[in-house]
């Protein structure tokens, strides 16, 4: 049972959530984090929305489909990511800028292809947990009376 | 070259994701996605086949640090192989109108796991692949809803998720044994360290393929999954995907493991005559179509068991042959299993010699390399285990042919297009049965990659 406190909580923890997800991605190129761990982050913050309002107002949020297009876009940018090399006659995976070369920083954002296919894990982890969730929560909501 | 197969399936998988797999017109280029798929890992054959062994670490990285691409000549067999029946299996059901939206998507998710598992050299790579390929199993073997199907499904998962835990626990093992994940290192490096924990490990790592390939101890999933299962997904279950056990074998037992491979020859004789006679017996004794040929499946791995037990360049030949004629049988069978008509009783009576090793079918050739393993083992028990299995085998296939066919089919014949499918890949197994010498030579050179048993 919800009362009016968990879910004000919960709504209030929502945009931390993400703040804080993308720190965690961002961050991990010089400290611990990683697209996965932020796509689980993410990913329990919106379980924590159906949580304390149930499925119905929990998926106008983001609904199952766009959680599997987020793991389809996620896919398919690590996919680009890995083969796109292969394109320049460079193995698979090899990323850019190339070691020891000059690196663009955007206050502690390295633009390097390794953060594109983080991106990429990111939306896989994210949209899978919430698609996840949302079916589960989905199958209560239609079994329940 | 080397990950061209790949990336079309991966990126066509991808896809199809987005699309509703019933329409025809996403079916058809799924179809073409995989045709393409299979002319690019044919390209890459004839050139690992030409010109050798081709590698690749991924990201630059020096070998030994980064993850391993390697096609060889055994890998690239398997890959041609399990693409080719994959293909079959899907232009089947895009034939006969697919029933589910994520069909198509899940065949092409599961040639890029298998096409990964046999190109890769990097141990845990291969697992990565192999969790690919076996996780879009678990979805297809759920394919049409029914009840059983269901049933069917939560069985499979269930007993190969413990496979696959058995199999991470062995690799797992191995990269705490010798702090290397690449097969290339594990082999040099599992020379300096003890019998003791390797062989243990290898144990492992045998169950583990044991239970994809559903071997006599480990099979006890195999029919009731088979049986209930649509042909399609029967053919593709036990044509493809049953391949990572047979070149699992292979890769790990005869390439990365020879000692313990070598140490564990007995055992492998006696679970495989097992298997074989095992099998045999229980295909004897059923009556549906599909049962029998479950329980001929747990039977025809015996023979791949016991050609690795034999091993050196004859065991091994024979082993890839006879996986790759084997592959080829049980996709025809699997396929023509529920179809009615004159054509489909020749396709399957095609497929039953082909079973018994009878010529001119290529089972023939299957059965034979195995004589000749026999003989070159000196041993009369297992000339005369081969020549009673298959003796066996004929039989069991016989009387499937007479209960599925002799009775007449009260209804229309299928429609003309799957059965000239199953009729075309009936033609294959006789032209590879006539025309053999390819085939023979391609196996020679898949097991020329691996080591040869030491004296």
């Known amino acids: 049972m919800t009362t009016i406190l968990t879910q004000t909580i919960a709504r209030l923890l929502l945009p931390p959530t993400f703040m804080v997800a993308v720190a965690v991605m961002v961050k991990g190129y010089a400290d611990t984090g990683d697209g996965f761990s932020a796509g689980v982050i993410a990913g329990l913050g919106v379980l924590l929305q159906y949580v304390a309002f149930g499925y119905r107002v929990a998926e106008r949020l983001i609904t199952i489909r766009t959680a599997a297009r987020s793991l389809v876009a996620g896919l398919t940018l690590a996919l680009l990511v890995s083969f796109v090399p292969l394109l320049r006659g460079d193995p698979i995976l090899t990323h850019a800028p190339a070691p020891n070369a000059h690196v663009i920083h955007l206050g502690s954002l390295e633009l390097i292809t390794a953060v594109l296919f983080d991106v990429g894990v990111f939306l896989i982890v994210f949209g899978f947990a919430v698609g996840a969730i949302g079916m589960v929560a989905r199958a209560i909501d239609r079994s329940a009376p | 070259m080397l990950v061209a197969p790949l990336g079309i399936a991966w990126f066509a998988a991808v896809a199809l994701v987005l699309l509703d797999g019933r329409r025809a017109r996403v079916g058809w280029f799924a179809v073409a996605a995989l045709g393409a798929t299979l002319a690019a890992t044919v390209v890459l054959a004839v050139q690992v086949l030409q010109d050798g062994t081709v590698r690749s670490v991924a990201g630059g990285w020096p070998a030994g640090v980064g993850i391993t691409l390697r096609a060889d000549a055994l890998g690239v067999v398997f890959a041609v192989v399990s693409t080719g029946v994959l293909l079959a299996a899907l232009v089947y059901e895009v034939i006969g ?80 044994v010798t702090g290397r994940l690449d097969m290339l290192g594990i082999a040099l490096r599992s020379d300096d360290v003890g019998t003791q924990p390797i062989i243990l490990i290898a144990v492992i790592i045998f169950v583990a393929f044991g239970v994809k390939l559903g071997l006599f101890p480990f099979h006890f999933w195999l029919p009731a ?46 679970l495989g005559t097992v298997s074989i006679v095992y099998g045999a017996l229980q295909a004897l004794s059923r009556n549906a179509a599909s049962e029998v040929l479950a329980y001929s499946t747990v039977g025809q791995v015996g023979y791949i068991l016991i050609a690795l037990g034999v091993g050196g360049q004859i065991g091994y030949a024979s082993a890839v042959l006879f996986a790759v004629v084997n592959a080829l049988n049980k996709t025809l069978l699997f396929l023509s299993v529920e179809l009615r008509g004159r054509l489909v009783w020749l396709a399957f009576v095609i497929g039953a010699f082909s079973v018994a090793g009878v010529p001119p079918a290529v089972g023939f050739f299957g059965k034979a390399a195995l004589f000749r393993a026999g003989i070159a083992e000196r041993s009369v028990i297992l000339v005369a285990l081969i020549f009673v299995g298959g003796a066996l085998s004929f039989v069991y296939m016989f009387q499937t042919e007479q209960r599925r066919f002799w009775a007449g089919d009260a209804d229309d014949p299928s429609p003309l297009a799957r059965r000239g499918l199953v009729l075309l890949l009936a033609g294959l197994v006789v032209a590879l049965g006539i025309w053999p010498e390819p085939l023979l030579a391609l196996s020679e050179q898949a097991a020329a990659v691996l080591p040869e048993r030491r004296p």
């Open chain 2, 225 to 270: 999954v088979y049986t209930s299962t649509r042909p399609s997904v029967a053919a593709i279950l036990s044509g493809a995907l049953a391949n990572i056990g047979s070149y699992g074998l292979l890769r790990f037992g005869a390439d990365v493991l020879p000692r313990e491979l070598e140490q564990g020859a007995p055992a492998l004789l006696l």
């Open chain 2, 97 to 176: 109108g697919v029933q589910s939206p994520t069909f198509p998507a899940l065949v092409l998710f599961m040639a890029t796991g298998l096409t990964g598992v046999f190109l890769t050299g990097d141990a845990f790579n291969f697992y990565v692949f192999f969790e690919i390929a076996m996780i879009s199993a678990y979805v297809l073997t759920g394919y049409g809803q029914e009840t059983r199907q269901i049933r069917a499904a939560t069985i499979f998962t269930v007993v190969n998720l413990l496979g696959s835990v058995l199999f991470l626990i062995g690799i797992a093992s191995l990269y705490h």
